[in-house]
């Protein structure tokens, strides 16, 4: 016989299963965005891992919003860079191209500048410079 106290305790079960499930696959995403967002603001990335997948545990999605809403106020302190120049951030590649083309000096064509390498490439030549 299933008396309605079951069917009750049962619902709550399932809706707390399914907060955990979402928990469970915001932290993923929100860890991963958060992780490297922190980086990039040269934020302690690892502490707010960690304080993230704690919160998430014990307060499933509740807390993993509440740890996201703290770190979006936070983050508003930390611009990206964090002030440092770019070649003290490992791993890190500034979006900065200089503002003039420079031109190949081989065969004078204009060169594009690759962020990623730090260096120009001449698509005619097909050399970096
Ligand atoms: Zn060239």
Redesign the pocket.
């Known amino acids: 016989m299933v008396g309605a106290f079951q069917v009750f305790f049962e619902g709550w079960i399932f809706i707390f299963l399914a907060l955990c499930a979402v928990g469970i696959i915001a932290l993923l995403v929100g860890a991963l965005w958060m992780y490297q967002d922190a980086q990039s603001r040269r934020m302690d990335a690892t502490i707010w891992l960690v304080f993230l997948i704690i919160a998430t545990l014990i307060g499933t999605i509740v807390g993993f919003v509440i740890v996201i809403v703290l770190y979006l106020v936070i983050r508003e302190s930390h611009p990206v860079g964090g002030g440092m120049p770019a070649a003290y951030m490992p791993g890190y590649a500034p979006m900065q191209t200089p503002p003039v083309p420079a031109a190949?000096p081989?065969?004078g064509?204009p060169m594009m500048w690759y962020p990623q390498y730090q260096r120009w490439y001449?698509p005619?030549?097909g050399q970096y410079r």
């Open positions: 190949c081989v065969c064509r001449c005619t030549c």
